[in-house]
T-cell receptor
């Protein structure tokens, strides 16, 4: 159980185009989904927190107009990199946290990541 | 700001050696603690977690970690490593409140030689 998928696994695009990445929780409902960015040989940096049915909360320094997040259902969140540039090339990882029943913090389960290369 | 430190960036061990990876955090309140592993070419997987109770936590694949509150530490251990343990290990912390923001350490790359 607790499987999270991401699509696509890798994408190459031209500078100036937009790219959409999907994150799905396959066997549980996720109240909250998270989007991270991982640079080579670096740790994961949280970009934003996405709650179903509400606006995402972005971390300091992350441009919300550039990284559009939509959490339309309890099993799907999308990240759209708008007008992508070469510096946006990175590994983007989502995670999902099961719907809470007790108010207790739940574990995050991670997707396999999407490697974006902007030419 | 809350931070997580992993002091060992690279560790090289022979098979059957014992492993201990350090993790320290800076937040003074109640925390939840995690160790995640990322095998080459694979996604992050949860090794073990601590929310409350027994500070010695046992995880998958023979790993365990001990929460020492006075030292703000959550070190990962395994008595005898295998070649298949070659991976990157991340310690992560979140506050024990409603918001689940995970703060990751910089990771430790473990190489186990056969």
């Amino acid at each position: 159980g607790a499987v999270v998928s991401q699509h696509p696994s890798r994408v190459i695009c031209k500078s100036g185009t937009s790219v959409k990445i999907e994150c799905r929780s396959l066997d549980f409902q996720a109240t909250t989904m998270f989007w991270y960015r991982q640079f080579p040989k670096k740790s994961l940096m949280l970009m934003a927190t996405s709650n179903e049915g509400s606006k995402a909360t972005y971390e300091q320094g992350v441009e919300k107009d550039k990284f559009l997040i939509n959490h339309a259902s309890l099993t799907l969140s999308t990240l759209t990199v708008t007008s992508a540039h070469p510096e946006d090339s990175s590994f983007y990882i989502c995670s999902a946290s099961p719907q809470r029943t007790s108010g207790r913090m739940e574990t995050q389960y991670f997707g396999p990541g999407t490697r974006l290369l902007v030419l | 700001a809350q931070s997580v430190s992993q002091h060992n960036h690279h560790v090289i061990l022979s098979e059957a050696a014992s492993l201990e990876l350090g993790c320290n955090y800076s937040y003074g309140g109640t925390v939840n603690l995690f160790w995640y592993v990322q095998y080459p070419g694979q996604h992050l997987q949860l090794l073990l977690k601590y929310f409350s109770g027994d500070p010695l936590v046992k995880g998958i694949k023979g790993f365990e970690a001990e929460f020492i509150k006075s030292k703000f530490s959550f070190n990962l251990r395994k008595p005898s490593v295998q070649w298949s343990d070659t991976a990157e290990y991340f310690c992560a912390v979140t506050r024990n409140t409603g918001f689940q923001k995970l703060v990751f350490g910089t990771g430790t790359r473990l190489l186990v030689s056969p």
